[in-house]
């Protein structure tokens, strides 16, 4: 590989090359993919010598490279020892596994990314970022503290951060038993069995849901949506409004307003695309074309909010420098909840219904309403994007007072 200058190389190679900057003769560098550690004094013999093969020259390997070198540098001893002397002094203290040096939990880590999203389910690298790398990461940090040395430890220690917190915790036991199985049966790390976790250690730490956990997703009335869209306007400007517009027009997951898109359909008109592809079950839903549904206000007139139509143009949540907001599912559960009709909705929806207000109401809400124009479900499930058993089984299509107004209509009462 040619020499490059300093300035050529990416941040993390810079930082590498400068760990032996102060240290006379000393320098780190790839060769052939691996890591060469020499020192070339100004008068004698030079030395140089290999890390382990696992360190590879990579930015995931940063800081474990780091270590070594500058673990052969203390062993080095101003000299007094060789460059390979210095070198096997430096593996055990490097050791993350066992007694002998085989591979980091960042390389495991680094290994389980690649599994999670290249194979299998294939996850998407914000799944990978907000459901699994909290606990891995979390998980990282109680072993470098020390305080785990097996599987089940390692869970209780971890799962301490979201102690009062059912679903995060669940989370974490199924992420954490799924990393260390993996460190456990992938051939090129063999991490002793002693780091699996089986179910009678994970069954305490996941526990049981409390009583709020099991509030069902309300459905918000069409009036108290339109309600809620002139509140959020005012509170945060006509871009929040747009977002909120685009999860009740079209009944998004509230992740995938960053991934629809204008197209042109087969009929030569414009219309509303999602790309996105939810990993449920055995199979991931397919990306679909999205179908308005207008809302009814309180004096019985439709609504159209006319997203597609607006798209091009339509206002949008600003970045600091006035670019373009990316807006995750986070963000629109954080300015939704300092919205005053918000807060009231989810209060009044859990006393007297014990249904739980939550950015997927509006997506409830547009099941129920392509519901009521008695579109065939499977229609109404492509749309949707989802199966027509989840649909049926996971989205909540009606209230008391819907179902009371159903029967009327259909009966002429």
């Known amino acids: 590989m040619p020499r490059r200058a300093l300035a050529e190389m990416e941040l993390w190679e810079q930082r590498l090359k400068n760990i032996t900057k102060r240290w006379a003769g000393w320098s780190v560098r790839e060769n052939k993919g691996r890591v060469l550690v020499a020192h070339r004094p100004k008068a004698g013999m030079s030395e140089q010598v290999l890390l382990p093969t696992e360190l590879r020259w990579a930015e995931q390997c940063e800081d474990d490279i780091t270590e070594w070198v500058k673990r052969i540098y203390k062993h080095w001893d101003g000299g007094e020892k060789s460059l390979k002397v210095a070198l096997e002094a430096a593996k055990p203290e490097s050791n993350k596994l066992g007694d002998t040096y085989a591979v980091t939990w960042e390389d495991i880590r680094e290994g389980y990314r690649v599994r999670c999203m290249d194979h299998g389910r294939k996850i998407a690298l914000k799944t990978w970022e907000k459901n ?55 051939s090129r790390f063999n991490a002793p069995n002693s780091w699996l976790i089986d179910e009678f250690h994970a069954q305490p730490i996941r526990g049981e849901k409390n009583a709020e956990d099991y509030l069902e997703t309300a459905a918000l009335e069409d009036a108290e949506i339109l309600e809620l869209l002139d509140a959020v306007e005012k509170r945060w400007g006509e871009g929040w409004r747009n977002v909120i517009s685009a999860l009740v027009a079209f009944g998004l997951r509230p992740g995938e307003v960053e991934q629809i898109e204008l197209r042109t359909n087969s009929e ?82 859990a006393e007297e219904m014990n249904l739980a207000v939550k950015p997927y109401s509006f997506r409830n809400s547009w099941n129920t309403r392509a519901k009521a124009l008695g579109i065939p479900d499977a229609i109404v499930s492509r749309a949707f994007g989802n199966t027509v058993a989840t649909n049926t089984r996971s989205y909540r299509q009606s209230t008391d007072a819907k179902a009371r107004a159903a029967f009327r209509d259909a009966l002429g009462r």
């Not at 009062?164 to 993996?182: E, P, Q």
């Not at 219309?271 to 309180?298: D, F, H, I």
Request: glycine share 6%.
């Open 268 to 349: 030569g008109l414009p219309q509303m695309y999602c790309t996105n592809r939810k990993s449920g079950g055995k199979v991931k839903t397919e990306p679909r074309w999205l179908e308005e549904v207008p809302l009814t206000a309180a004096d019985g007139t439709k609504v159209e909010l006319n997203v597609t139509d607006r798209w091009a143009t339509m206002a949008w949540p600003q970045t600091r420098d006035g670019g373009r907001r990316v807006v995750s599912a986070h963000y629109i559960e954080q300015y939704l909840s300092k919205v005053s009709l918000w807060q009231q909705l989810r209060l009044e929806y």
């Open 132 to 186: 699994y790398l909290p606990t891995i990461n979390e998980a990282l940090d109680v072993l470098a503290a020390g305080k785990a040395t097996d599987g089940p430890t390692l869970l209780r220690e971890t799962a301490k951060k979201w102690a009062d917190k059912y679903t995060m915790r669940a989370n974490c036991v199924a992420v954490l038993k799924g990393f260390l199985k993996f460190a456990v049966m992938d």
